[in-house]
């Protein structure tokens, strides 16, 4: 009669084998002592228990190294189909944590080819799950079953609304730290405001029953009193945690505050910028665990991590992109449309085999100006759209005080129109 699988009698075998036994013979020959079939899974499962071990003994050394740790020979990258496998296949492969790998390098000039990991120390780990269990708090915060009343009123198949913002800088304190050339406010109240305005000149002007929200970047002003860069202080009027809540709560509110109107909303938020980029990833991570969790197949939240990326309504093409990024581009793309800009954009265009006859629009913020440029390409316009925030110190004292707004779309899915009704604070 066969007997079952003793996973601590698997170890104790794998633990005690020879240098030139492998997992699999050892687990092989216990099977066969069982009269069982042997499985994969049982090397996985004892294979993870000795990574496990191993960690253990690593992390009560009072000796550690800069290096990476060495893995046993038996944990070969040669897949079952004789390739190499990916360092996400190796893991899941040999039941390891993925999360928990912090660099790794493939070592294939030995006699059999395997990946030398370094794991994130424990309390790099701790400090991880607390941002997760943060995230988790916020978005249960915001979760709370909504009602969505069926629409009353007609609206056009063939017309989808777009709603455009940019450069929202929550938490940029718009009278630098000294005496400001002009003065003004940027706050909480300032902001949920003009949040009112956004969705009233949506309701407004509303002709379609699918609305594309785009965010064009720069939403967060930056982090720990610097852009996401570093190396560029500004002065700031929120810590980190308040410029968080609030990012979540302005996206949140502004879709509750739609929903009963359209019977689908997509938001792209563009999440490579100048200003708040890794920071602004983690807020609209969470606004996409709420929004998609509260109103399941009614809002879509996308959020683009490419410095370029791009989607389609009907016969028009809409391209995104902040204008900077990052790391690359300090002077990234300029308000006015020139030669090397326009090749750029032609690339891409033609890398992603976008001129199949669609109308395109490239759509960029950054420059805080409203510039649309409908004849320099004959290819594509190029956007420039205005900031949503009022300008800070220093854009009005080395440019001038220049004006905020956004802009609203009906676009017609099968013809070259679109209605386009900017809003200016």
Known sequence: MAKEFDIETAFERALSRNEETSVRDVLEQYCGELGIPYEEKYRHRVSRRLQNKK??????????????????????????????MPIEKYCEHYGLDMTKVKSYKLVSHTSIPYY??????????????????????????HITPVEVKPRTFLTENNIVDRLVYTDVHIGMSVNGNGDPLYGGKWDKDELLKRLEALVNHTLDFQCGNILRIDDLGDYLDGLKGETTRKGHKLPQNMNDKEVFDLGVEFKVKLVDALIGHYDTI?????????????????????????LEQKYPGIVEVVNQKKFIDHYTIGKHTIILCHGKDSESLKFGFKPQLDEKQERKIDHYCKENHLYNGNFIEFSKGDSHLALYDESTSKDFHYYNYPAFSPPSNWVKTCFSNTKSGFKFYNIHKDKNLKVAIPYWF
Do not use: W
Request: charged share 25%; net charge negative; proline share 1%.
């Open 116 to 141: 030398n990991i370094v794991f994130f120390e424990t309390k790099q780990i701790l400090s991880l799950t607390n941002l997760q269990k943060y995230l988790d708090e916020t978005v249960a915060k």
């Open 55 to 84: 960690e253990a003994a690593r992390n009560s050394s009072s000796t550690t190294t800069q290096g990476y740790d060495k893995e046993p020979k038996e944990f070969s990258a040669i897949g079952e189909d004789g390739k190499m």
């Open 266 to 290: 997509i938001c792209t938020n563009l999440c490579e910028d100048n200003h708040s980029g890794i920071f602004s990833y983690f807020v609209n991570q969470a606004v996409k665990g709420i």
